[in-house]
Every structure is written in C-alpha cells, then in structure tokens.
C-alpha cells in the first residue's frame, strides 16, 4: 500500500463518519443532505429552500459565502477538523459547498482549493 493509497482511505473514512450526522441544518436555509468523494474533491451536498433564499443571491455572493466558509473552517480548532482538511491536502482534493435549489434545482459550487485548504493548515 503506497502513501496515497492509505491517505485516501483514511479521507474515505473520515467522509463516510461525517456521513453519520448528515442531514444537518447549517443555518435557517440551508440543510447540508451528505459528503460525497470524487477523485477531485470532497462535496458537502447544500440543500437550499430558496422561500427563505434565492438561490441567485448565492451566486451573487459566491465570493461572500466561499470567504464565511473558509472562515468558519479555518476556526475549527478541533483535532477531527483539521484532520480531516490534512487529508484533504494530502489526497489533493478540493472541498466544495455544492448549493442546490430545493424548489428549481438550480446548483452553484463553492469550491475551496487544494492551496486554500493549505493556507488554513498554515495558521496553527
């Protein structure tokens, strides 16, 4: 087993452990639905009532709404957290916020890159 691989299978792991406590509500309008792994990122599944939010403002906000998640992860001082960013990096995946549109379907990606995700490690 090469490095990649055991890394990728500890990434494997830690999507399928927050998996458990999905779905969760992120905030009034938002309910993160489950993570999923491709071969390019890690992809926390939004789903948006666009009643409470139009999914247009999201767009708009994109730079606003990447910059709060960045944030927010850059703050998760937790052991699990920046872990889980570590393995991240180290199986060079993305994070994306994938946000769809409960009522139109309409889907925005906020992707966190592999070197944004490094700055964050930097910070401890």
């Known amino acids: 087993v090469n490095a990649s691989e055991s890394e990728l ?12 406590q ?13 993570v999923e792994l491709n071969d390019k ?3 926390y599944i939004c789903r948006v009532d666009e009643d409470l939010c139009d999914m ?7 730079a606003e709404v990447k910059q709060g998640i960045i944030e927010t992860l850059g703050n998760q001082t937790d052991l699990a957290t ?9 199986c060079d995946r993305n994070i994306v ?11 925005h990606d906020v992707v966190i890159t592999v070197p944004e995700l490094k700055d964050m490690l930097k910070k401890e």
């Open 9 to 20: 299978a500890k990434l494997e792991s830690q999507v399928h452990m927050a998996n458990l």
């Open 22 to 34: 999905f779905p969760m509500k992120a905030s009034e309008e938002v309910i993160i639905e489950k």
């Open 41 to 43: 990122a890690v992809i």
């Open 56 to 62: 247009n403002q999201i767009k708009a906000n994109a």
């Open 82 to 90: 920046q872990l889980f960013i570590k393995s991240c990096v180290n």
């Open 97 to 107: 916020y994938r946000y769809i549109g409960k009522q139109s379907e309409a889907q």
